[in-house]
């Protein structure tokens, strides 16, 4: 009985290792085709906020979109590449320790002598992290276009997030009221006013993810403001 009992310990241990032997040779086979579909879909959505929603139109992304790091004084940074920089993961470090100096990615896309400024944010909703582009036309202060997602709002709720009924509201926004300050756009409730600037509707139910974009906006669209002011001038 002891020989049968060590024979199917001894058969369970093996399969065990040739289980775990396959699967992290099929995980490093398969990291270099995740990280490049992880690229592309990065790379979509931010030539989407421009207009090219084209299947094949992040092939051109390196020809359309000229990428920079920004630092907290508004310059660029030599030597970082913009997609390399974890976002969501500097901001948790730079919450845990004060002396963390944040950068963050900034493309511009131009077209027909006119730019785009594509500004990315990262925030937290109710279930974990939502995150996102806008789009700041040439002026540094009107909303061109957004494009928001997440990784578990709950659907039909916060998750509306990044659908087009919401996404829409923000066109022609302004982050700046008219003594050109800093407002960002709120995501508030019954915001349907015509005329509205700096307001969007709210998502009915999700008012803890429609609190953390309005969060993720304000704070992330600020530290973009020196270098965008620099552009200005």
């Known amino acids: ?13 093996i399969i065990t290792v040739i289980a775990a032997v396959l699967l992290a040779g099929a995980a490093t086979l398969l990291k270099p085709m995740q990280d490049a579909n992880r690229k592309k879909e990065k790379q979509q959505n931010i030539l989407s906020v421009v207009g090219k929603t084209g299947e094949n139109d992040y092939k051109q992304f390196d020809e359309l979109i000229t990428a920079l ?4 004084s508004g310059e660029a940074v030599e030597g970082v590449k913009a997609f390399e920089i974890d976002l969501a993961m500097d901001k948790r470090v730079k919450a845990k320790d004060a002396s963390h100096k944040l ?7 131009e077209e027909n002598g006119k730019k785009t400024y594509i500004l990315q944010l990262a925030g937290v909703g109710l279930w974990g992290p939502i995150w996102g582009y806008v789009a700041l036309k040439e002026d540094g202060k009107t909303i061109k276009q957004v494009v928001f997602d997440h990784k578990g709002e709950t659907p039909g709720l ?14 022609n926004k302004s982050i700046l009221n008219d003594n050109n300050e800093f407002v960002s756009v709120q995501v508030t409730k ?22 953390g974009v309005s969060n993720m906006l304000m704070e992330d669209i600020q530290f973009y403001l020196v270098y965008l002011n620099k552009s200005q001038s």
């Not at 009985?1 to 241990?13: G, P």
């Not at 790091?69 to 907290?72: A, M």
């Not at 916060?158 to 923000?170: C, R």
């Open 69 to 72: 790091v920004i630092n907290e």
């Open 158 to 171: 916060g998750a509306e997030i990044n659908t087009h009924a919401f996404e829409s509201q923000f066109e």
């Open 1 to 13: 009985m002891r020989n049968s009992n060590n024979y199917v310990l001894t058969f369970a241990v």
């Open 190 to 211: 019954g915001a349907k006013a015509e005329g509205e600037m700096h307001k969007v509707d709210a998502i009915s139910g999700g008012t803890i993810t429609s609190n």
């Open 103 to 109: 950068q963050y990615p900034l493309y511009v896309f």
